[in-house]
């Protein structure tokens, strides 16, 4: 069955067990006893829940999820790529990751008939004071075992992309594209298929120790936690692991946590390039990363569809799921806005924030960043397109966090939980290897 059609036949299932449940409590007390609750139903969470269920078949798993749909945020708004492991520190784990990942996902795309595109990606220097850093990022993807890497010249640039212009070019073969969301379906058929269980609509409000023992069992708590939802259902389970993307502070909290590291949300607005102006772009364009920005800036990216994604840009975003330049929510706004860890981000930024907020009401500026390599290109050439929202974790420094930061929250519930408040970018191309390193932090936690 495809990816997509998967996604409705799931919702159908689980929307008709959720009316089931709510029709009465004893119903509602069998069916929903778990050995481990997996909440948060994106790429990250699916991929956990796919891992533990595959070493421990004999474990009853079951994926919360608080959305209709699955991979609805992150997973299911971002750019496609799959990443080869170029940019990161030489040694580190996000390194190790993305590399990882990224073959583990290769196999599994030719294992499940995932169609996908190995169609490259070039960052171009187009600048003389570029080309220093972008020989030190090639040394840095040899020293990460980044497939196939190497730096050609402008003539060869207009081999690769004959309306590119610049100077040198760090040629990355490796790097492809695919639907990230499609993928995550394709994780919850499988956790499906081994037996999990999957409920959408079922937002998480609190974690709760039980006081009497669950199901009618006299020898101690089989089932010590109970995790209620906003439509007052509940499920009762020996752990939980949480991998709630935009929502990881909060849900961490629930059980104790401290707020740090906090979840600011941004938002990445992308420019279309129309469909007569496709053959301007034949695979994957990236600027080279100036170290003075904390985010890496606008590229050309071809998508499976056909179409062509420019930008982003990068705001901080009013509402932590708000997707449109107006979407506001007064709690997450205040959350933000109030953090000593984004004040201090913002006032090291001020220029580049300015910057990234006038690009993002004015088309004409962004068109103005992505003629530096593709000068053909025109106002005329491009549509506004999509939007993503980016879970960034700070820390009360204003350093964003790169690196998993696990928690488990204080008294007797800690023992119980393993809360991923932070998994390494790029999260969907690591998410196979991702999955790996979850479970295993959960098998010693647990002592599954």
Not at 6 to 30: E, K, M, Q
Not at 214 to 234: D, M, Q, R, V, W
Not at 322 to 350: E, I
Request: with cysteine; aromatic share 8%; net charge positive.
């Amino acid at each position: 069955m495809a990816a997509g059609a998967w996604g409705t036949r799931a919702s159908s299932l689980l929307g008709g067990r959720a009316n089931a449940l709510r029709a009465g409590h004893v119903l509602l007390r069998r069916l929903s006893s778990y050995d481990v609750a997996i909440v948060g139903g994106g790429i990250v969470g699916l991929a956990s829940a796919r891992e533990l269920k595959q070493r421990h078949p004999k474990l009853t798993c079951i994926v919360l999820e608080k959305e209709k749909e699955l991979a609805f945020h992150q997973s299911g708004h971002n750019s496609g790529v799959i990443h080869s492991g170029i940019y990161y520190t030489p040694g580190s784990l996000k390194a190790k990751l993305c590399v990882r990942g990224a073959e583990l996902s290769y196999a599994y795309f030719e294992k499940k008939g995932i169609p996908y595109k190995r169609c490259g990606k070039l960052i171009v220097a187009v600048e003389q004071e570029e080309i220093a850093r972008l020989k030190t990022l090639f040394e840095r993807g040899k020293q990460n075992n980044a497939p196939g890497l190497r730096l050609i010249d402008a003539k060869e640039i207009q081999e690769r992309e004959p309306y590119c212009r610049g100077l040198m070019a760090l040629d990355s073969p490796n790097t492809g594209i695919v639907d990230w969301r499609a993928v995550s379906l394709s994780y919850a058929k499988d956790f499906s298929e081994m037996g999990g269980k999957i409920e959408t609509q079922f937002e998480v409000t609190d974690f709760q120790t039980n006081k009497e023992s669950a199901e009618g069992h006299t020898g101690g708590l089989k089932y010590p936690i109970t995790i209620k939802s906003a439509k007052k259902t509940a499920v009762h389970c020996k752990y939980i692991v949480t991998c709630g993307g935009l929502h990881s502070d909060r849900l961490s909290q629930k059980s104790g946590c401290s707020r740090e590291p906090r979840i600011v949300p941004f938002r990445g607005d992308y420019l279309v390039l129309k469909p007569e102006k496709h053959y301007l772009i034949k695979g994957n364009i990236y600027p080279v990363p100036n170290p003075k920005f904390p985010f890496l800036g606008v590229h050309f990216t071809p998508r499976m569809n056909g179409s062509v994604w420019l930008g982003p840009n990068a705001v901080l975003a009013f509402k932590r799921e708000g997707y449109n330049p107006y979407d506001f929510d007064l709690r997450d706004f205040t959350d933000a806005v109030s953090y000593r860890g984004l004040q201090k981000l913002a006032l090291r930024h001020t220029a580049f924030g300015l910057t990234e907020m006038y690009r993002g009401i004015m088309i004409s500026a962004q068109v103005k960043q992505l003629q530096r390599y593709i000068p053909e290109l025109t106002v005329k050439d491009v549509l506004r397109g999509p939007s993503g929202v980016r879970a960034q974790a700070l820390d009360r420094d204003g350093n964003l966090v790169d690196d998993f930061v696990f928690d488990g929250g204080s008294g007797p519930i800690a023992s119980h939980v393993l809360h991923v408040r932070n998994a390494p970018s790029p999260a969907a191309t690591s998410s196979l290897a991702i999955g790996e390193i979850i479970a295993d932090e959960a098998e010693k936690r647990f002592k599954l």
